[in-house]
């Protein structure tokens, strides 16, 4: 499953709490996710702005530091399945 060349990388959103990236296969559809009118599967809002869209590049260079709180940090991702945080201080 690696058809993902042809996909148009600017039909993208990253949903603000699992920071899973959806593809949507028109400007409609991603701009009904930004407008709040669709949300991601985990209920949290999708945003598709110029910082979104960076954030997923992070993402796709493995940066996750970049989304690290004082509480959990990022210790997994995937664009289909989101991230896999973890919770900072030892015993969770
Ligand atoms: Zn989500
Ligand atoms: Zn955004």
Do not use: P
């Amino acid at each position: 499953m690696n058809n993902q060349t042809a996909a148009d990388t600017s039909l993208r959103a990253l949903c603000q709490d699992c920071l899973r990236v959806v593809t949507y296969q028109n400007k409609e559809e991603l701009l009904a996710a930004h407008n709040e009118e669709v949300f991601c599967q985990c209920s949290g809002q999708l945003c598709a702005c110029g910082g979104c869209t960076d954030d997923i590049a992070l993402l796709e260079n493995g940066e996750f530091n970049a989304f690290d709180s004082l509480l959990s940090g990022v210790v997994k991702w995937d664009a289909e399945t989101g991230a896999t945080f973890a919770f900072k201080g030892g015993k969770a």
